[in-house]
């Protein structure tokens, strides 16, 4: 995807879906190559983010940091919807790089 926040908004519905195989292909190359190691930072990212999801937690865009903006990084920010439809104070952010001609997430939280 050539869009960030398409990739941003892509990395958080997949993790909703629980669907490892295409959520770990929104991931930077080094978390993807690391991905396998027990406690690697994808490990760590799924493991975190699926346990919100079993909590009743889901994921919406709200804005983009503008300052942190550059033409290979890019800074937006989510909110966290609970079970009840409110949202769940603060807002996690996600850190997408460009590689080649994709934007891939370097940094999430949940």
């Known amino acids: 995807m050539k869009d960030p926040i398409e990739v941003a908004k892509l990395h958080y519905k997949l993790l909703e879906e629980k669907n490892y195989d295409l959520w770990i ?10 991905h396998s190691i027990p406690g ?32 290979t990084r890019r800074k937006f920010f989510f909110k966290r919807i609970g079970i009840d439809d409110k949202e769940v104070p603060p807002p ?19």
């Open 25 to 34: 292909t929104t991931l930077s190359r080094f978390l993807r190559e690391t």
């Open 40 to 71: 690697s930072t994808a490990k760590k990212y799924w493991n975190k983010g699926t346990k919100m999801v079993d909590l009743g937690m889901k994921y919406e865009y709200l804005s983009e940091d503008v300052g942190a903006r550059t033409e």
């Open 92 to 110: 996690v952010s996600i850190i997408l790089i460009k590689e080649g001609e994709e934007w891939k997430v370097e940094k999430a939280e949940y």
